[in-house]
């Protein structure tokens, strides 16, 4: 397998070899939900491609640390809560429950670091607190703000200069700010959820949570920092900042971000109303992350109807192909034969690997899992040369394992196998009445 493994980085604008931190262990931590809703199709881009990212590292052998946190703090949920008539606290439990439902059923990893900002409190006062000691943040009447000017470098993720952002700032600024440019690390309030802090009573910003978590569970600069494009600024831009002035670093190595999903050619977005929930998707899970999949990671997306029926359509061809792979192999007198190596297949597999290793392009590796299938198909009817369809079989296996596609497997019991084998028999010797009743038994089972 090629190792040379290389991601477009953010930060640098280039195409880079990964090199991780600590040898064989990759740290990843990306943006979570804010959790108010439930998530649509857009919202599960990332996830999906980021769960994704994990599976390849894992498959070349790193023990990945992965984190990804939930906001439960936040203007959003008040306003909900309000509108349900429940506590902020059970408004933010539901749809936590509700997102880690709908990334399972999307087949994504679960064991992952999940950190809640309610639960990480007393850790981001203290991260200010070390801010407005270093002189990086001053407190005014109850708020705490930020001092961007402080920082060199900053805009640097998002290709901005600092000059260009103070020109183009607005003139509703808040007064209390020495600049419109600094951003909120404490907000004095008495409304929702709140809690003492030595500044005020209040409750945190939004841009800090992110680096307290990283602090927290990796304790120091990680590999990869990931999330939607849409985070680059200033939510990621402004986690930087604090963290050059809290650590000097910049937090990853490594930032990553993926493009945004478009709902027929406009943006997907719960204000504009035209979203698609994921948990009300109409056809078949793996097909939603087979489309999520099916572009680059960095390129932005389009979802309509049209584009839908074909992955769908694309997944019952995939996930039937496996069935028969395994349903020539289970009906097989050789079924107990090793597999053996076959060039094509090794050459599918490599493929897959090149594809993935530059800047994981699944797109590609898409197109190699969907020639092995063509390759499968073939030999299916073929249906002499076993040990081959299990190489086959293993392979097709292995880049679903690696792009998070579970296929629904059927496969046959001794007792299946009988039946299907007294039918062809039946049907051979043409007596097609018993034929058939054997074959309504073989249809109630979903085996025909």
Not at 62 to 88: H, W
Not at 362 to 374: R, S, V
Request: charged share 25%; aromatic share 10%; hydrophobic share 40%.
């Amino acid at each position: 397998m090629v190792t040379a493994m290389k991601l477009t980085n953010t930060y640098t604008g280039n195409l880079e070899e990964f090199v991780p931190l600590k040898k064989d262990e990759v740290s990843i931590y990306v943006c979570g939900p804010t959790v108010y809703n439930y998530i649509h199709i857009g919202n599960a881009r990332p996830v999906v491609f980021f769960d994704t990212l994990r599976r390849y590292f894992e498959a070349k052998g790193y023990r990945v640390r992965f984190a990804s946190n939930f906001t439960d703090v936040d203007d959003r949920i008040i306003a909900r809560a309000k509108e349900m008539g429940l506590p902020e606290s059970r408004v933010s439990e539901q749809y936590i429950e509700a997102f880690l439902k709908d990334i399972e059923s999307l087949n994504c990893l679960m064991d992952y670091y999940k950190p809640k900002v309610t639960e990480s409190i007393k850790l981001i006062i203290d991260y200010i607190g070390q801010l407005v000691e270093k002189g990086y943040a001053y407190v005014v009447e109850g708020d705490v703000f930020f001092r961007v000017a402080k920082i060199a470098d900053y805009g640097h993720l998002s290709n901005r200069r600092l000059d260009d952002l103070i020109q183009g700032a607005r003139v509703e600024i808040n007064p209390l700010k020495e600049s419109p440019l600094d951003f909120t690390l404490w907000k004095k309030t008495d409304e929702g959820i709140n809690w003492d802090s030595p500044f005020s009573k209040g409750r945190p910003g939004w841009h800090t949570e992110c680096v307290v978590m990283i602090d927290d569970i990796f304790g120091g600069m990680i590999d990869i920092h990931g999330g939607g494009s849409d985070l680059i600024f200033p939510h990621h831009e402004n986690e930087i900042a604090q963290s050059i002035a809290c650590h000097n670093h910049q937090i990853a190595n490594y930032w990553l971000h993926n493009g945004r999903l478009q709902f027929e050619g406009e943006k997907m977005s719960k204000s504009l109303g035209n979203v698609v929930l994921v948990k009300d998707f109409p056809y078949h899970k793996m097909a939603l992350r087979l489309f999520l999949l099916s572009t680059h990671y960095r390129s932005p997306i389009n979802y309509s109807e049209q584009n839908m029926k074909m992955f769908a359509e694309e997944w019952d061809k995939i996930n039937s192909t496996i069935n028969s792979l395994y349903r020539k192999i289970d009906l097989s007198d050789d079924k107990d034969a090793p597999r053996n190596i076959y060039q094509e297949v090794d050459q599918s597999l490599k493929a897959f690997a090149e594809a993935m290793e530059n800047d994981i392009n699944t797109p590609n590796a898409i197109t190699e899992l969907q020639g092995l299938i063509k390759i499968a198909n073939i030999e299916i009817r073929k249906g002499k040369d076993i040990p081959k369809l299990k190489a086959i079989v293993e392979g097709i296996l292995f880049m679903l394992n690696i792009l998070g596609l579970k296929p629904d497997l059927i496969r046959l019991s001794e007792g299946d196998i009988v039946l299907i084998r007294q039918w062809e028999k039946l049907r051979h010797e043409k007596q097609y009445a018993e034929a058939d009743q054997i074959r309504a038994v073989l249809q109630e089972k979903g085996l025909l």
